[in-house]
């Protein structure tokens, strides 16, 4: 459950990734937009299998920004899968 960021490097994007395996009861939506907007945050939404593809919306910044995963052995992958994005310079 979000409770809010601390602070943190100015000249570092905030990131943000949400790996999960089922189906949340409480406020995703909610809680991933006010990380959008108080902490400008860029959120990546990870689905092991089970995983509710309407909530990995609801989280995710963008469409482009969720992966799934058939389970958790494959998660060395996330690296390479969202580098891309994430890395400005070096990993």
């Known amino acids: 459950m979000y409770k809010g960021l601390r602070t943190f490097r ?4 905030n990131l943000v ?11 995703v ?3 991933a937009d006010r990380l959008k907007l108080e902490k400008n945050a860029t959120i ?9 593809r309407y909530q990995l919306l609801e989280i995710a910044t963008s469409p482009s920004h969720i992966s799934t995963y ?4 494959n998660l060395a992958n996330l690296r390479d ?11």
Do not use: H, R
């Not at 100015?10 to 994007?13: F, R």
């Not at 899968?81 to 990993?91: H, I, L, R």
């Open 44 to 52: 990546f939404a990870v689905g092991i299998d089970g995983a509710k």
């Open 10 to 13: 100015p000249d570092a994007p």
């Open 81 to 91: 899968t969202f580098a891309s994005e994430t890395c400005k310079g070096t990993c």
């Open 70 to 73: 058939k389970d958790f052995t």
């Open 17 to 27: 990734f949400v790996i999960t395996d089922g189906e949340s009861k409480g406020d």
């Open 29 to 31: 939506k909610g809680a």
